[in-house]
C-alpha cells in the first residue's frame, strides 16, 4: 500500500523568507509525486510533479520541488514567500503503471505573514 | 490548458431528493475521472473512478447505489446522490486524467448541503 506523510498540519513565514513544506512518502516500487494548492472553498491547482528525470522539478508560482530517493521526501519549497501564496497544500502519490488514484497527505495550511 | 469544470459550484436540497454533479473537461478528452469528496479541513477521499463507456469503480465502503456514477462521454462524468440526507452535505471534487502526462486536473468543487 502507498501512503503519504505531510508532518506539519500548519505552517507560518514571514514574506519574502523561504518556505518549505514537508511531504514523505511511502511506496512499493517507483513513485510519481504531485504537489497541489487548494485556496478556500476552491478545488485543487495542480503546482508540479515527479516522473522521473531531474530530481529537482520546477513548477508553478515560482515553486519547486526535489526528489530524495533515499529519504523518502519532495518537500515543496519557494525562495521568497508571498502573501497570496496562503493556502492548503496537499501532497500525493501514485505507483507508475496502471493505476491512477493518487493518495493525498493530510495537507499543510500555509500562512504568509505580512 | 487541462481545465475542468463542475456544475453546480453549490447546492441546497432538501432531504430525500436527489442531486446530480456534472464533472467536464474543457479542453482535453478524459476516458478516466474521478470523484472525491472532502470534509472540512480534511484531506481528499476517493470515492470512486469513473471510466468512459463502463463502469465506475468504487471504494470500499462507498455505496454505489447511493452515488451513481456516469462517464457517458470523453469529456463529461456525472455524479448524481440518489435520496440525500444531511449526513452527505460535503464538498465534492472532480478530477479527470490527462493521458499522457497522467496527471489529475481537478474541478473547483461542489458544496452540497442537504436540508
Known amino acids: 500500500a502507498q501512503s503519504v506523510a505531510q508532518p506539519e498540519d500548519q505552517v507560518n513565514v514571514a514574506e519574502g523568507n523561504p518556505l518549505t513544506v514537508k511531504c514523505t512518502y511511502s511506496?512499493?516500487?517507483?513513485?510519481?509525486l504531485f504537489w497541489y494548492v487548494q485556496y478556500p472553498n476552491r478545488g485543487l491547482q495542480f503546482l508540479l510533479k515527479?516522473?522521473?528525470?531531474?530530481?529537482l522539478v520546477k513548477g508553478s508560482y515560482g515553486f519547486e520541488a526535489e526528489f530524495n530517493k533515499s529519504q523518502t521526501s519532495f518537500h515543496l519549497k519557494k525562495p521568497s514567500a508571498l502573501v497570496s501564496d496562503s493556502a492548503l497544500y496537499f501532497c500525493a502519490v501514485r505507483l507508475s503503471g496502471s493505476a491512477r488514484q493518487l493518495t493525498f497527505g493530510s495537507g499543510t495550511q500555509l500562512t504568509v505573514l505580512p | 490548458g487541462a481545465v475542468v469544470s463542475q456544475h453546480p459550484s453549490w447546492v441546497i436540497c432538501k432531504s430525500g431528493t436527489s442531486v446530480k454533479i456534472e464533472c467536464r473537461s474543457l479542453d482535453f478528452q478524459a476516458t478516466t475521472m474521478f470523484w472525491y469528496r472532502q470534509f472540512p479541513k480534511q484531506s481528499l477521499m476517493l470515492m470512486a473512478t469513473s471510466n468512459e463507456g463502463s463502469k465506475a469503480t468504487y471504494e470500499q465502503g462507498v455505496e454505489k447505489d447511493k452515488f451513481l456514477i456516469n462517464h457517458a462521454s470523453l469529456t463529461l462524468s456525472t455524479l448524481t446522490v440518489t435520496s440525500a440526507h444531511p449526513e452527505d452535505s460535503s464538498f465534492y471534487i472532480c478530477?479527470?486524467?490527462?493521458?499522457?502526462?497522467?496527471?489529475?486536473?481537478f474541478g473547483p468543487g461542489t458544496r452540497l448541503t442537504v436540508l
Open positions: 515527479y516522473i522521473t528525470g531531474d530530481n
Open positions: 478530477s479527470a486524467l490527462t493521458s499522457p502526462p497522467d496527471t489529475q486536473y
Open positions: 511506496v512499493s516500487g517507483n513513485p510519481y
